[in-house]
């Protein structure tokens, strides 16, 4: 079994340079006091990613180019990301909510094409953590919780979907 990126031909390629820049926010806050059983926090974090090619390329197999200027592919520009916990020595429940948005999967500027572009997408999870002894928990995660349809990539060959919905359980042991 091999793996490979883009269009499946086990080929790499350089594409030149590229000046990636960006910010990121994160911002984390305990809704409850010190001193209480319970703790609450929530965090929020924002990256906002710009890129852009500096020169022209063009692939061997002709497959792949893009000119100066062109954004790089698979970067979304905008992405956010939530979680609320609720935590107690015993247990940990934990809410999260993350958004991807939109990309374009072939180097270029300007609007996106439909046949070219990776939709936004916005997917909830929840995961849980309960302590059965002092060395071992029980453990819970369920992947996007509304059983939201959204894609992650089109290549090598058409849309690929995200994860549906999914649930995992596992026993965590520690020494």
Known sequence: MAASGGTGSLDQFNAGEVNVNGFELLLNYNLVRKGNKFSVPISLGYTYTNSEFQNAFGSSDGLSSNTSGDEMPYIPKHQF???????????????????????????????????????????VDISAKYAMTKRLNLTTNIINVFNNTYAVSRVPSGLRPGHPFGIYGGLEFSF
């Open 81 to 123: 990301n939530t979680t609320l916990s609720i935590e107690h020595s015993d247990f940990e429940i934990n809410l999260n909510g993350r958004f991807n948005g939109e990309f374009r999967t072939q180097a270029g500027a300007g609007s996106i094409p439909y046949n070219e572009k990776v939709a936004s997408n916005f997917i």
